[in-house]
């Protein structure tokens, strides 16, 4: 996954990730400074958050390519800011296209780091999900990833298919094209056809309130 | 702390924490995959936590059975949601007994670290309460942790009492044995009798509003 | 930036950071050990954050200074409610001093790590003003920081003197002042003069709801 057709893709991914930050801090009241860190912290917070636990140095510190396209990101917000929140459908694919590339790219570093494929599929999934995580939490919502199923579990679909491909000794760059093509796949279907998993419902309990919050 | 004792304990007090960071999910309406996520990071969250500012390798990178154990979890929710919830009581024990454990885990480590007592009674607190902290602030409450003070006092206690005991030359796995029986016995003790610290009442100021909230 | 003299700009840094956390869970009917912990993770979550993006040490494992003085802070809360909360603009002062110099600590560490100029305005940025979004995520509330603009972006334009001064060749200890002042001074004219960044404002898309969430 290297050259320019791969780089194009991560800032792709980037700019479509820093967009979806951008514009729900924009429900939220919250300044363009604050704006640019919220499209920020989504845009690099899942391979933050994976650097971290594979203790190696945050990718974003060797490149100002993230800092720079998410400042793009925010400056296109506001010019065009009329059009870019109305064209949902090309946002909501360059970012399950980010989604796909940035699984990829987590699943990578950890296959690198020798970690075992479970542990590499996890940092796949931290590496496309955790960015959004954080963006919700400092906005103050429940987390999208827990409402909307599809989401992470579409990395964890992508990321077993890859070490499916390796089983099956598949070329490495056919690997991680299948692979983040069915991440995109079942972010697009799910979303079409509207499927979801099952909401666990809580129960009541004979004493009257829901749940024992310990 | 090894062997099949500690192992099963292990299991116990993942177990009951990633059925605690279920049930509370199941009142929010998360789906199955976002209650399996939220009992994953209630179970793990705190020693995660621990092993990055220890700068080592998360645990659960290294063995699988976290996140098969919370697959249990979720699995055990689903067939016996009903009985589950019910059992109260006994999952409280559950759950206070992972804290106690959890928590002597976490001082060991930070003491084969070479840290001191008093960082080492922080990464014990650290490594039982943080999985909570995480859960809730996922879910979008005020952390249990800062309303239900007896619980983090407790892994402090406990840690406290580590380093008596340590003080006065107590074998290692008998100072491991009492100082997890503190965390469960001040949990216990704390809930039984409705034991809590003040609260910290704000004050009204002259100019209207009650705090400044630089 | 060495001495008694900044030991004890630390210390009140430290403090008044302690305190800003205190005062806010007050708000939140958090009990006395739960004010110590929001205290603590404003005075450290900045720092830590830096440390492990550095993957270093993290400082207060070193030094039991900042845990004490954050437990002074939780006294002087607690004897002198009514006095302390009621001299704003000194704590406001003692804040500010606090974020100057903990920004500049931030770049000294990030400098000596050997990073590059933006990444360490960056850092500078993080260990002044992560502690409160800790602080503000704990207690549920939407942070101040994506809110009151001229807080991190105080930070951000310190530490832009800060490589100005060096490209002209100042020496270090003058460039430390003049940068830990910009900080100080923007925050303080900025909330004399009520400046802020605009607010970038969501639109109304045609389908009715303003934004989709994804």
Same mark, same amino acid.
């Given at each position: 996954?290297?050259?320019?057709?791969?780089?194009?893709?991560?800032?792709?991914?980037?700019?479509?990730?820093?967009?979806?930050?951008?514009?729900?801090?924009?429900?939220?009241?919250?300044?363009?400074? @604050?704006?640019?860190?919220?499209?920020?912290?989504?845009?690099?917070? @899942?391979?933050?958050?994976?650097?971290?636990?594979?203790?190696?140095?945050?990718?974003?510190?060797?490149?100002?390519?993230?800092?720079?396209?998410?400042?793009?990101?925010?400056?296109?917000?506001?010019?065009?800011?009329?059009?870019?929140?109305?064209?949902?459908?090309?946002?909501?694919?360059?970012?399950?296209?980010?989604?796909?590339?940035?699984?990829?790219?987590?699943?990578?570093?950890?296959?690198?780091?020798?970690?075992?494929?479970?542990?590499?599929?996890?940092? @796949?999934?931290?590496?496309?999900?955790?960015?959004?995580?954080?963006?919700?939490?400092?906005?103050?919502?429940?987390?999208?990833?827990?409402?909307?199923?599809?989401?992470?579990?579409?990395?964890?679909?992508?990321?077993?298919?890859?070490?499916?491909?390796?089983?099956?000794?598949?070329?490495?760059?056919?690997?991680?094209?299948?692979?983040?093509?069915?991440?995109?796949?079942?972010?697009?279907?799910?979303?079409?056809?509207?499927?979801?998993?099952?909401?666990?419902?809580?129960?009541?309990?004979?004493?009257?309130?829901?749940?024992?919050?310990?």
């Amino acid at each position: 996954m290297e050259g320019i057709f791969t780089t194009t893709l991560d800032l792709i991914g980037t700019f479509a990730f820093a967009i979806s930050g951008i514009r729900l801090a924009s429900v939220k009241q919250v300044d363009w400074f @604050g704006a640019y860190i919220i499209g920020l912290v989504t845009a690099i917070g @899942g391979g933050t958050a994976r650097d971290l636990l594979l203790d190696v140095t945050p990718f974003w510190m060797l490149d100002s390519k993230y800092f720079l396209t998410t400042g793009v990101a925010l400056l296109a917000t506001l010019l065009f800011k009329e059009k870019l929140f109305k064209w949902r459908n090309t946002l909501f694919l360059f970012d399950a296209v980010g989604l796909g590339l940035f699984t990829i790219v987590g699943i990578n570093k950890s296959v690198e780091a020798g970690l075992p494929f479970w542990v590499c599929i996890a940092m @796949g999934t931290i590496t496309g999900a955790i960015g959004g995580v954080i963006r919700d939490v400092l906005l103050n919502e429940v987390p999208l990833l827990l409402r909307k199923d599809i989401y992470a579990l579409a990395c964890v679909a992508g990321g077993t298919v890859y070490f499916a491909c390796i089983h099956f000794n598949l070329s490495t760059s056919l690997t991680e094209l299948i692979a983040a093509s069915i991440v995109i796949l079942v972010r697009v279907i799910a979303l079409k056809f509207h499927i979801h998993l099952p909401v666990l419902h809580s129960i009541k309990t004979n004493s009257g309130d829901q749940v024992n919050k310990t």
